[in-house]
């Protein structure tokens, strides 16, 4: 049990009777009100402002049975603490100062990491590695307001932005900057979210079979009889450390049975919010791909979809990849194997992944959403310079620039937003 706040040592000396020395872990017994002893465990104290929240923090690591836990937390309410809310001991480091809120995040995202990849990533950014790059970018962007912003205060010095050919340059390597940055929090995202992959096609093509190569055990029956699968299933994989969400469907046809039809609903419906369709054939029974042809009206124009012909054993053709053709087409056997390593090649490229590097990092959609903000204020800056010379202009862009990538260490926060990020935490943290 965790307890932070200026009430910490009072609540020590109500449970341990005396207030233990700082960072040092001593056995003591946990006791109750009346003095009667509720368990008995390792006591650690930390003091303000040398712990995790900045705060006086006290740890009692007892043995974790529920009833024993819950009598000690009671304990701990009638000395004047309360329950945490989600999230809340990371949200006070932040607002302490302990950590930035890309380094608050990186937290969650240790936890909840679904690969050694993404937990490695995650920890360079909570030991501050992508914090340190934000503020290199601020700190350029900041170089560049202070040149067009000494112009305008002080025309005296004779600094004509109109005419500064430098200033463009560095206008240009900012830019250039920011899309570096954009590839590694790309790569991070893609670490940490992944790709939501849509296996669909006609009933009996090899779909089930497919998902269960891809995932590495039986997670979805498989038989000769068609409709075996109904409705979505669903399975989580790792591709080199990408982690790939997979959702198998029933197969598409027009049927009378209610239960299938709802199932075929099910899986147009996922088609749709898909982020990528492998779209199935039999190649033994459908060479042409006729089954896709009927069914690509039915599918969103933007959706990225790969054919993939399956059952080459049967057909006696060679696993290749045509990535050529609209849409790209894959030959495989999902009973074999045998292309399987095309395909994890195809998806990781699709999604514009890479294999992990040293200085990847954690990274999510609201970091990248910023960092473009801020490129684009830059960018807009950069052409009302050259179209318009107008030195104003650039400087408010330049600064809303600033403000935008603020955001990401939280620099400028909204409580709105720090109520939406710290309620996804486990409690506890």
């Given at each position: ?7 910490v040592?009072?609540i ?9 020395e ?28 040398q712990?995790?929240?900045g ?68 920890l ?5 590695e992508?914090s ?14 202070v ?42 995202r ?23 190569r ?15 699968t ?6 989580r ?15 598409l046809?027009?049927?009378g ?21 492998l ?10 791909a ?25 057909v ?20 074999t194997g ?10 990781k490229?699709?999604?514009g ?11 999510r959609?609201r970091h ?9 204020h ?5 052409e ?17 620039a ?28």
């Amino acid at each position: 049990m965790r307890i932070s706040g200026a009430a910490v040592p009072e609540i020590a000396r109500g449970i341990l009777r005396e207030l233990p020395e700082p960072r040092v872990a001593s056995l003591v017994p946990f006791q109750a009100a009346d003095g009667s002893v509720l368990d008995t465990g390792l006591a650690l104290y930390f003091p303000t402002p040398q712990s995790y929240t900045g705060e006086h923090v006290l740890e009692l690591h007892g043995h974790g049975g529920p009833v024993v836990m819950d009598l000690l937390v009671r304990r701990a309410v009638e000395l004047g603490a309360r329950l945490a809310r989600p999230g809340e001991f990371t949200q006070r480091a932040f607002l302490n100062d302990k950590l930035d809120l890309a380094q608050a995040e990186a937290v969650a995202d240790l936890i909840d990491s679904g690969s050694q990849a993404a937990a490695r990533a995650a920890l360079r950014s909570l030991q501050g590695e992508f914090s340190a790059i934000v503020q290199g970018l601020t700190e350029a962007v900041l170089d560049l307001r202070v040149r067009v912003e000494a112009a305008i205060d002080f025309p005296e010095e004779e600094l004509d932005i109109r005419a500064d050919t430098e200033l463009g340059e560095r206008l240009e390597s900012v830019l250039r900057y920011f899309d570096s940055v954009a590839q590694l929090t790309r790569q991070g995202r893609l670490l940490r979210d992944g790709m939501t992959v849509v296996i669909a096609g006609a009933p009996n093509a090899g779909k089930s079979s497919l998902m269960n190569r891809l995932a590495g055990y039986d997670a979805a029956i498989v038989t000769d009889v068609p409709g075996t699968t109904r409705d979505v299933l669903r399975e989580r994989v790792d591709i080199d450390g990408m982690p790939l969400h997979l959702i198998d469907t029933a197969g598409l046809r027009e049927v009378g049975d209610v239960v299938e039809a709802e199932g075929v609903r099910r899986a147009r419906a996922e088609m749709s919010r898909a982020e990528h369709v492998l779209f199935v054939v039999d190649s033994a029974t459908d060479p042409g791909a006729s089954s896709f042809a009927r069914e690509r009206g039915r599918l969103p124009t933007d959706l990225p979809v790969t054919i993939v012909m399956n059952k080459t054993d049967l057909v006696k053709h060679v696993p290749q990849m045509a990535v050529s053709s609209s849409p790209p087409v894959l030959r495989l056997s999902a009973t074999t194997g045998a292309g399987l390593d095309l395909l994890r090649e195809h998806l990781k490229h699709c999604i514009g992944f890479t294999p992990v590097e040293a200085g990847s990092i954690s990274a999510r959609r609201r970091h990248i959403e910023a960092l473009a903000r801020a490129r684009r204020h830059v960018e807009t800056g950069a052409e009302q310079l050259r179209t318009r010379r107008a030195g104003e202009l650039l400087a408010e862009e330049l600064r809303a620039a600033s403000t935008a990538l603020g955001e990401i260490t939280g620099e400028f926060s909204s409580e709105d937003l720090l109520g939406r990020i710290f309620s996804t935490f486990c409690i506890g943290k």
